[in-house]
């Protein structure tokens, strides 16, 4: 057992990750962004455990970091700002919380001895690509303020393994889906609408593809790579090394759900031209080879899952399908 850390434990990869790590065994401390609400989050749906400690605070404090850092075995960083289309307006909280909170909590780990460091980057750094499958040499491409702040992240993280020797991997996940995540996403988006009634799906461009990845895999892979030693002072993708247009993600869902709802091009729903990733797909070689990590769950079996969560009237009820989420 250890004593385990997870920041952004409230979003939906971080609330997965917190019920993986507890059927494991191990004690978790979850951060869950302050709010005057008393709020948690998913952390909210997350059965109470004697072995987990929930704390609210923000890691753009770095007092706030150097204390819940303390005594901890592991720590998983997942807290982040991540909706792109609110980095076009409002970037600067986009490098306060991904950036300069990513500085604090390694100098917090650092300073405390953390034995291990999980940060998670995106593969939206990437930017459409220059080449597939797509593996950690790719380019790096600031398509978005979004993916601009978590290359400076990302950087800022491995610079404590080659500065300071911090034990730190760069985890870098492709398309997480699965129940709990935001509708800003657009498999939840096409979901949650069909769910409510909808005879129209509003959605930007599904000519884009996606390496579409189930959370529960995705957390696999976090823990794969958390007790793999050889990670240490390495970036490696997570994904499922499989390419599927959001075209063709919207007609099974369509087919699963027994739906014969019509798309309809939502023009607010699209990025800017330059801003739009066309394409993503992910090598997982490098995971595979260091950790024998492989996927289990594909996409139809990950869609089914999805499906069957977001229809419960308690779950769909938390969205707001016919509202565009920035």
């Not at 019509?262 to 993503?280: A, T």
Request: proline share 5%; glycine share 6%.
């Amino acid at each position: 057992m250890a004593k385990v850390l997870v920041t952004g434990a409230d979003g939906f990869i971080g609330s997965h990750l917190v019920e993986l790590l507890l059927a494991q065994g191990h004690e978790v401390t979850a951060l869950s962004v302050y709010n005057s609400f008393n709020y948690w989050g998913w952390l909210e749906d997350v059965a109470a455990s004697d072995a987990l400690r929930i704390v609210s605070g923000d890691v753009r404090d770095p007092h706030f970091c150097r204390v819940i850092t303390k005594g901890q075995d592991l720590v998983f960083h997942l807290a982040a700002l991540i909706a792109i289309p609110y980095s076009y307006v409002a970037p600067a909280s986009y490098v306060d919380t991904n950036v300069t909170g990513t500085l604090n909590m390694c100098q917090a780990a650092l300073e405390n001895g953390v034995g291990r460091f999980i940060h998670t980057s995106t593969s939206e750094v990437y930017g459409t690509a220059c080449y597939v499958p797509i593996d950690e040499k790719h380019p790096l491409q600031p398509q978005s303020p979004y993916s601009a702040s978590k290359i400076g992240a990302d950087a800022m993280a491995m610079s404590y393994h080659n500065a300071f020797d911090l034990p730190l991997t760069v985890a870098r996940p492709f398309n997480t889906y699965g129940p709990r995540q935001s509708a800003r996403a657009v498999i939840p988006t096409i979901i949650s609408q069909i769910a409510s009634g909808q005879e129209q799906i509003k959605l930007g461009d599904i000519t884009t593809t996606r390496d579409f990845n189930y959370v529960t895999d995705t957390c696999r892979g976090f823990l794969a790579l958390a007790e793999c030693d050889a990670a240490a002072g390495e970036t490696v993708n997570i994904g499922s090394n499989f390419e599927i247009s959001v075209g063709d993600t919207l007609n099974l869902i369509r087919e699963l759900m027994n739906s014969d709802v019509e798309f309809i091009e939502d023009r607010q729903r699209s990025r800017p031209e330059k801003s739009e990733v066309f394409r993503l797909w992910c090598d997982n070689a490098k995971i595979a080879e260091l950790t024998g990590f492989k996927p289990e769950v594909d996409i139809r079996a990950g869609l089914q899952k999805t499906i069957d969560w977001f229809v419960e009237p308690a779950n769909l009820a938390k969205y707001k399908p016919g509202l565009y989420n920035v």
